[in-house]
Nanobody, 115 residues
């Protein structure tokens, strides 16, 4: 299983970023996917999740209305569109898949929201 995140960077408050997570080594279209984040000095927290078909999504309360998770099963990729970014969104963002009770993580992509 390999997960490779990309799309992070430095953005001003109020700006937007789109993160991508390219997956390989498993049947992508059979599994739900999640995004997590970890800010400096804080525990990793769940951000959003999407079912295997993309038909259902769920978000942490602080991200609702600002973040959108989506997927393209033809490209084995899950996305996180982040709008109206705030300084408190600064973190390393990770994608995650749970397969047979084992959680797999990518290396993460840094998002910094600062003026």
């Amino acid at each position: 299983v390999q997960l490779v995140e990309s799309g992070g960077g430095l953005v001003q408050p109020g700006g937007s970023l789109r993160l991508s997570c390219a997956a390989s080594g498993f049947t992508f279209s059979s599994y739900g996917m999640s995004w997590y984040r970890q800010a400096p000095g804080k525990e990793r927290e769940w951000v959003a999740a999407i079912t295997s078909t993309g038909g259902s999504t769920n978000y942490a309360d602080s991200m609702k209305g600002r973040f959108t998770i989506s997927r393209d099963n033809a490209k084995n990729t899950v996305y996180l569109q982040m709008n109206s970014l705030k300084p408190e969104d600064t973190a390393v963002y990770y994608c995650n898949v749970l397969i047979n009770f084992n959680g797999y993580w990518g290396q993460g992509t840094q998002v910094t929201v600062s003026s």
